[in-house]
């Protein structure tokens, strides 16, 4: 079993102490999870050994980084179980049997806790199980772990979680990001090679870029949102992430597809062709590079880093061209208001009425009141209060509609820009992950880190964020952009970018 564990499972999970003294601190380019697969189907790795080593690994290590709200243990077992079952049978290639993976928990899993990172929903178990999740277990996967989150998705550092901040694996005194950030913290720390997020303005690709990991937000409606607990629900998608962009695309061809119980799901084209990736041709693609700098003030470390990767794809065929997007100026303005706005719709379900937690009185409107100010954290309270302002008699046309119209002129510049362009190329941050604490208590700076992210939400756009390098020691993320329903395309892309690259890999994971 020690052969075993040293070819196909720690090398794969980052925390073997010869992969960072022989490889030099960056991965290997074959997928995790394909390399995972390999050991099951020849029969040297069982679900179960997977299962339950993650589950060892979450135990040993999650105590300084938190990046798990519950462990799902008994699940995990059963569902490993099912898959060596699968597996004995030498006929299913599903790509995901028998590989661990960790859910945010605001995703709906049957007979599980369903907490979203707030007290109000503290032990609440969960009647039934979203779509992606289900399509997940339907191909063989095997959820181990739920992964902590700022509260209700809202929350760009992964601070706002009511049970404890997540840390980032790469310097336990930084934060990981958010909302997402258990789930990014979770695939960078080795625990699983893939995870689910949500993405409303970022919360996939920002965590994803502070923990060195890839996480894709796709075009809206590729992922079906039914069972995934509504935050602004115009602009929530659920986003895969891994290190690997290769695993991302596995993710997309067994997740997507029309849902029934979503009437914004669509059919994405080509999505079962993402099982065998193969590389964009660089050579004649436009990539406008937008910079943000007249948004807000870039690293140098981070613009170097950057400027990497521009030179790396137009030294391999791409026509790189500067661009400016007038529409960004006002995205991040946008986003906050139409944010707000339905997150004091959509939280309004939280009462302690019909479920949750409650703080009980005699006069209902007391219980109510007590029951959110009890259970509800800050930031929760901050959005629902900015939102109901924004919605109310006298200010609805002046700040909602106007920013409805904002985001069809911005929705409609982004399309004109792509007549022109192939793809887009930004920063995913201005900086890389900040100190803990470090912006708590200023909610304007901490709504800019959403500032080069929200643009494709607010298009309906998919966007993915991939590593691009280290600025003194933490990571650095760029984020492609593509058109509408390109999502085959942008994975290809970022896919061909890393096999043109290195990804780095924390060297202080093995001493957690």
Known sequence: METVTLKYFDRYFYALHIEFKYRKGFLMKKSPVASLREGLDSGDLSAEFLAVHSIEKINKMDGRINAISVEMRELAIKTARAADGRLRSNSDKSPFLGIPVVIKDNMACSGQYFQNGSKITKKFISPFTATVINRLLSAGAVPVARAAMDEFAMGSSGEFHAFGPTRNPWDTTKVAGGSSSGSAAAVAAGYVPFALGSDTGGSVRLPGAFCGISAFRPTYGVLSRYGITAMASSLDQVGPMARHVEDIALGISVMAGIDPNDSTSLELQGASDLVQLVPLDLKGLKIGYFAGDNLKAIQPAVKACVSNALETLEANGAE???????????????????????????????????????????????????????????????????????????????????????RNAITLSVMEIFNSLDFILTPVSPITAFTLG???????????????TVLPALADIPALAVPAGLANGLPVGIQFIGPRLSDCSLLRLGYTFQQLTTIPISTTIESL
């Open 320 to 406: 790189i061209v500067d661009i400016d997007l007038p529409c960004a100026s006002y995205a991040l303005e946008t986003y906050c208001l139409l944010n707000t706005a339905e997150v004091s719709s959509n939280l309004s379900r939280f009462d302690g009425i019909r479920y949750g937690n409650r703080v009980p009185t005699d006069n209902l409107a007391d219980m109510i009141a007590k029951t959110r100010n009890t259970n509800l954290g800050l930031e929760a309270k901050r959005r629902i209060l900015l939102g109901t302002f924004c919605l109310s008699k006298g200010h609805f046309d002046a700040y909602y509609l106007k920013a409805l119209r904002a």
């Open 438 to 452: 470090e912006k708590v208590t200023d909610p304007l700076e901490m709504y800019t880190m959403d500032i080069l």
